[in-house]
């Protein structure tokens, strides 16, 4: 009978201990299905800030796991200069994938300059952004309702929480577009570098323990996040924290 006790204990435990074994690394490889990311950005504050931003895309490139950036400048997924700029942001929002869970990420930058510069890197860019990103009501045509296009929409990004201010330590929040509501302006908030790992976290939509997450290397550690560290510190802080002030809807 002790025998018997022993065995029944043995397989108990190998079946507890490989449950435990199995949902560790259910959470290790906690990215179930690479996304989109979205990245909405002024690139005519300072060509400082361009540069972490260029480099801060190269680290979630690298480590966020994701398939598309949507980004300006961006190689390979960036503007194609055979088309215009609204045709190209246009298509990047009717991806299928970044319909279904891509993420959006306004880039916040340093205090804009007095004089603003006199021709700009990419013209009207934040205009199409915002333009395409609103969800416009369709005027019905002799009666005939629209089938509106499906893309992605702020409202969208905003009621499913697939959206991040991406903050820096200089950046000043008014550069952000004045269509993201003010609170959401203030709930979604993510200081970089700090917070570098919620911010890819809050992209897979992954829980907060999931150990994968847990477990990466931090800035410092790698070789883009040193360049980061460095470019963003090359930047002077922003002193004063100054947000736009508007009647919320």
């Not at 333009?131 to 005939?144: A, Y």
């Amino acid at each position: 009978l002790a025998i018997i006790l022993v065995l029944l204990g043995v397989v108990i435990f190998s079946g507890v201990f490989f449950t435990m074994y199995n949902r560790f690394k259910e959470d290790e490889n906690f990215v179930k299905e690479v996304t989109n990311v979205v990245i909405v950005a002024d690139f005519d504050i300072s060509e400082l800030h361009n540069n972490v931003m260029d480099l801060f895309v190269k680290y979630l490139r690298t480590y966020a796991a994701v398939d598309k950036i949507v980004y300006a400048p961006d190689p390979k997924d960036g503007i194609n200069y055979m088309i215009n700029l609204q045709t190209w942001w246009g298509e990047a929002l009717r991806d299928p994938k970044t319909i279904k869970d891509g993420f959006v990420i306004f880039m916040a930058g340093p205090t804009r300059p007095k004089v603003p510069p006199r021709r700009s890197k990419y013209p009207n860019l934040i205009n199409f952004q915002m333009m395409e990103l609103d969800e416009r009501i369709e005027t019905p045509v002799n009666g005939e309702p629209i089938v509106p296009l499906q893309k992605l929409t702020l409202n969208t990004v905003i009621n499913q929480g697939r959206l991040a201010i991406v903050k820096f330590p200089y950046s000043d929040l008014s550069t952000v577009p004045p269509e993201v509501p003010q609170k959401v302006l203030f709930n979604s908030v993510i200081s970089i570098p700090q917070e570098m790992k919620e911010l890819i976290r809050q992209i897979q939509r992954a829980e907060q323990l999931t150990v994968a997450v847990n477990l990466q290397k931090n800035l410092a550690e790698t070789e883009i996040g040193r360049e980061l560290l460095e470019a963003i510190n090359r930047i002077p802080k922003h002193r004063k924290l100054q947000v736009r002030w508007r009647t919320l809807g």
